[in-house]
């Protein structure tokens, strides 16, 4: 048995029915090729850095008379990482289409792997991204100014299922588009939802009404919710918001 990288072949040399062993090999192969496009997780990490430095600038120059705390390190860490998680939609998009049009999916079809396996096989090498991501986001934050606590590490757990979440709607998007079409889907599309329907850049009751209902149904607002409440220590206000994240990232890879 074989898989195939791009063009170059990579002989596995195990029995077909030794599944456990392919699957090794199958989540070792897809990690690899996540490592060697590690100049788009850079560009997303300067993105995100760039990001949360011009609004701790801004938030910065605006008077304490205002009583204007959205761009508070604290309140816009947490937003701004699950804002930079919809960037991993885009990176898992890109690969499963890419795949796609390689002889690898056609050999991993002749392979003994189940779909939950292939799923797990693509999702696993991402979720440590997801994680280095938000320790990123939140190292920013201490260098900024925030004071350090042991709910960051909540946090970041808490911020996991929003990360599924992305990565389901990526190997989606890229099971059904080309590798030019996930661009405007995953690169457009979701990262502008994921901006102005999660609170991270206005408060939601400011605009109230059905955009405040439509984006509380929706899993972003929910997350971001979920994640400040995480880093305030606020254990009781975490779970309503974050059973809807995960029920959307259950849902979306079912």
Same mark, same amino acid.
């Given at each position: 048995?074989?898989?195939?990288?791009?063009?170059?072949?990579?002989?596995?040399?195990?029995?077909?029915?030794?599944?456990?062993?392919?699957?090794?090999? $199958?989540?070792?192969?897809?990690?690899? =090729?996540?490592?060697?496009?590690?100049?788009?997780?850079?560009?997303?990490?300067?993105?995100?850095?760039?990001?949360?430095?011009?609004?701790?600038?801004?938030?910065?120059?605006?008077?304490?008379?205002?009583?204007?705390?959205? &761009? @508070?390190?604290?309140?816009?860490?947490?937003?701004?990482?699950?804002?930079?998680?919809?960037?991993?939609?885009?990176?898992?998009?890109?690969?499963?289409?890419? @795949?796609?049009?390689?002889?690898?999916?056609?050999?991993? &079809?002749?392979?003994? +792997?189940?779909?939950?396996?292939?799923?797990?096989?693509? +999702?696993?090498?991402?979720?440590?991204?997801?994680?280095?991501?938000? +320790?990123?986001? $939140?190292?920013?934050?201490?260098?900024?100014?925030?004071?350090?606590?042991?709910?960051?590490?909540?946090?970041?757990?808490?911020?996991?299922?929003?990360?599924?979440?992305?990565?389901?709607?990526?190997?989606?998007?890229?099971?059904?588009?080309? @590798?030019?079409?996930?661009?405007?889907?995953?690169?457009?599309?979701?990262?502008?939802?994921?901006?102005?329907?999660?609170?991270?850049?206005?408060?939601? @009751?400011?605009?109230?009404?059905?955009?405040?209902?439509?984006?509380?149904?929706?899993?972003?607002?929910?997350?971001? =919710?979920?994640?400040?409440?995480?880093?305030?220590?606020?254990?009781?206000?975490?779970?309503?918001?974050?059973?809807?994240?995960?029920?959307?990232?259950?849902?979306?890879?079912?």
């Amino acid at each position: 048995s074989c898989i195939g990288k791009g063009t170059q072949i990579i002989p596995l040399c195990i029995p077909v029915g030794n599944t456990v062993k392919y699957m090794q090999r $199958f989540r070792i192969t897809s990690g690899i =090729d996540i490592i060697g496009r590690r100049t788009e997780f850079q560009r997303i990490l300067i993105l995100i850095l760039v990001l949360l430095i011009l609004l701790h600038i801004i938030q910065s120059n605006i008077p304490q008379e205002a009583n204007m705390n959205l &761009f @508070d390190l604290t309140n816009l860490t947490p937003g701004i990482g699950v804002f930079g998680l919809s960037f991993i939609a885009l990176f898992a998009a890109m690969l499963i289409s890419k @795949d796609r049009t390689t002889s690898l999916m056609l050999r991993l &079809f002749a392979s003994p +792997l189940r779909g939950w396996q292939f799923i797990l096989g693509y +999702l696993l090498p991402l979720v440590p991204m997801s994680v280095a991501q938000l +320790l990123v986001c $939140f190292a920013a934050a201490l260098a900024l100014g925030m004071g350090f606590t042991w709910n960051i590490f909540l946090c970041i757990l808490v911020c996991i299922p929003i990360a599924v979440l992305h990565m389901a709607l990526g190997f989606l998007c890229g099971s059904l588009l080309s @590798d030019k079409a996930v661009g405007g889907v995953c690169g457009a599309l979701l990262t502008n939802f994921s901006a102005w329907l999660s609170g991270t850049w206005f408060s939601l @009751d400011l605009v109230g009404g059905a955009f405040k209902k439509i984006a509380y149904i929706l899993p972003f607002a929910n997350a971001v =919710d979920a994640g400040r409440a995480a880093l305030a220590g606020e254990m009781s206000s975490i779970f309503p918001k974050l059973w809807i994240v995960i029920a959307w990232a259950v849902g979306t890879l079912l």
